[in-house]
Protein backbone atom coordinates (compact mmCIF):
# COMPACT_ATOMS: atom_id res chain seq x y z
CA UNK A 1 0.00 0.00 0.00
CA UNK A 2 1.14 3.47 -1.19
CA UNK A 3 1.58 6.14 1.18
CA UNK A 4 2.42 9.98 1.47
CA UNK A 5 2.84 12.06 3.94
CA UNK A 6 3.79 15.74 3.74
CA UNK A 7 5.40 17.99 6.33
CA UNK A 8 7.19 21.59 6.64
CA UNK A 9 3.63 23.55 6.42
CA UNK A 10 3.28 26.61 8.53
CA UNK A 11 2.46 30.13 9.17
CA UNK A 12 5.03 32.92 7.27
CA UNK A 13 5.00 36.06 6.11
CA UNK A 14 4.78 37.51 2.68
CA UNK A 15 8.36 37.39 1.09
CA UNK A 16 9.65 34.49 3.16
CA UNK A 17 10.25 30.94 2.37
CA UNK A 18 9.02 27.81 3.03
CA UNK A 19 10.35 23.89 2.42
CA UNK A 20 7.37 21.29 2.19
CA UNK A 21 8.33 17.79 2.08
CA UNK A 22 6.77 14.54 1.02
CA UNK A 23 8.03 10.97 2.29
CA UNK A 24 6.25 7.77 0.06
CA UNK A 25 6.23 4.33 1.25
CA UNK A 26 4.95 0.75 0.37
CA UNK A 27 5.84 1.82 -3.41
CA UNK A 28 8.80 2.20 -6.33
CA UNK A 29 9.87 5.53 -5.94
CA UNK A 30 11.41 6.21 -9.24
CA UNK A 31 8.04 4.50 -11.06
CA UNK A 32 5.97 7.29 -9.78
CA UNK A 33 5.54 10.82 -11.54
CA UNK A 34 5.62 13.13 -8.16
CA UNK A 35 3.19 16.15 -8.34
CA UNK A 36 2.04 19.06 -6.01
CA UNK A 37 -1.63 20.60 -6.01
CA UNK A 38 -3.39 23.13 -3.75
CA UNK A 39 -6.37 23.77 -2.42
CA UNK A 40 -7.49 26.94 -0.86
CA UNK A 41 -11.38 27.63 1.37
CA UNK A 42 -13.86 27.92 -1.11
CA UNK A 43 -11.17 26.76 -4.35
CA UNK A 44 -10.96 23.75 -6.67
CA UNK A 45 -7.75 22.13 -6.12
CA UNK A 46 -5.42 23.41 -8.29
CA UNK A 47 -1.63 22.22 -9.62
CA UNK A 48 0.99 23.73 -8.82
CA UNK A 49 4.75 21.58 -9.62
CA UNK A 50 5.46 18.29 -10.97
CA UNK A 51 8.77 16.30 -11.12
CA UNK A 52 9.30 13.22 -13.62
CA UNK A 53 9.51 9.38 -12.46
CA UNK A 54 13.38 10.19 -13.15
CA UNK A 55 13.56 13.54 -11.57
CA UNK A 56 14.47 14.91 -14.78
CA UNK A 57 11.35 17.48 -16.42
CA UNK A 58 9.74 19.56 -13.75
CA UNK A 59 6.50 21.50 -14.61
CA UNK A 60 5.46 24.62 -12.83
CA UNK A 61 2.00 26.62 -12.54
CA UNK A 62 2.54 29.81 -13.80
CA UNK A 63 1.81 31.34 -11.39
CA UNK A 64 4.73 29.73 -8.93
CA UNK A 65 7.49 30.18 -11.59
CA UNK A 66 10.39 31.14 -10.94
CA UNK A 67 9.84 31.55 -7.21
CA UNK A 68 9.01 27.53 -6.50
CA UNK A 69 10.88 24.56 -7.26
CA UNK A 70 10.85 21.42 -7.43
CA UNK A 71 13.39 18.41 -6.46
CA UNK A 72 13.53 15.16 -4.97
CA UNK A 73 15.58 13.03 -2.83
CA UNK A 74 15.57 9.20 -4.89
CA UNK A 75 17.85 7.50 -1.67
CA UNK A 76 14.81 8.87 0.60
CA UNK A 77 12.18 8.35 -0.84
CA UNK A 78 11.32 11.89 -0.92
CA UNK A 79 9.93 14.97 -2.72
CA UNK A 80 10.28 18.45 -1.66
CA UNK A 81 8.63 21.90 -2.41
CA UNK A 82 10.79 24.59 -1.97
CA UNK A 83 9.01 27.89 -1.95
CA UNK A 84 10.46 31.33 -1.91
CA UNK A 85 8.90 34.73 -2.07
CA UNK A 86 6.06 33.72 -0.48
CA UNK A 87 2.55 35.35 -1.13
CA UNK A 88 -0.75 35.72 0.52
CA UNK A 89 -2.42 34.01 -2.25
CA UNK A 90 -0.07 31.21 -2.10
CA UNK A 91 -1.93 30.63 1.30
CA UNK A 92 -3.67 26.52 0.98
CA UNK A 93 -3.48 23.12 1.66
CA UNK A 94 -1.12 21.72 0.00
CA UNK A 95 -1.05 18.39 -1.44
CA UNK A 96 1.77 15.96 -2.52
CA UNK A 97 0.70 12.93 -5.11
CA UNK A 98 1.66 10.72 -6.82
CA UNK A 99 1.04 8.87 -10.17
CA UNK A 100 2.72 6.26 -12.55
CA UNK A 101 4.62 7.74 -14.57
CA UNK A 102 3.61 6.76 -18.39
CA UNK A 103 -0.27 7.33 -17.38
CA UNK A 104 -2.13 10.84 -17.79
CA UNK A 105 -0.85 14.11 -17.63
CA UNK A 106 0.82 16.18 -14.32
CA UNK A 107 -1.03 19.23 -14.76
CA UNK A 108 -4.52 17.18 -13.59
CA UNK A 109 -5.20 15.80 -10.38
CA UNK A 110 -7.04 13.43 -11.91
CA UNK A 111 -3.88 11.29 -13.59
CA UNK A 112 -2.69 10.74 -9.99
CA UNK A 113 -3.10 7.37 -7.94
CA UNK A 114 -2.28 8.26 -4.56
CA UNK A 115 -2.54 11.56 -2.46
CA UNK A 116 -1.02 12.63 1.01
CA UNK A 117 -2.97 14.41 3.95
CA UNK A 118 -2.20 17.79 3.30
CA UNK A 119 -0.21 20.53 4.62
CA UNK A 120 -1.70 23.91 5.92
CA UNK A 121 0.71 27.09 4.12
CA UNK A 122 -0.69 30.45 5.98
CA UNK A 123 1.10 32.94 4.22
CA UNK A 124 0.14 36.89 6.39
CA UNK A 125 0.37 40.11 4.62
Known amino acids: QVQLVESGGGLVQAGGSLRLACVVS????????MGWFRQAPGKEREFVSAIGGSGGSTYYADSVKGRFTIFTNNAKNMVYLQMNSLKPEDTAIYYC??????????????????WGQGTQVTVSS
Open 97 to 114: AAKYDYRGSYYSPLAYDY
Open 26 to 33: GGTFMRYG
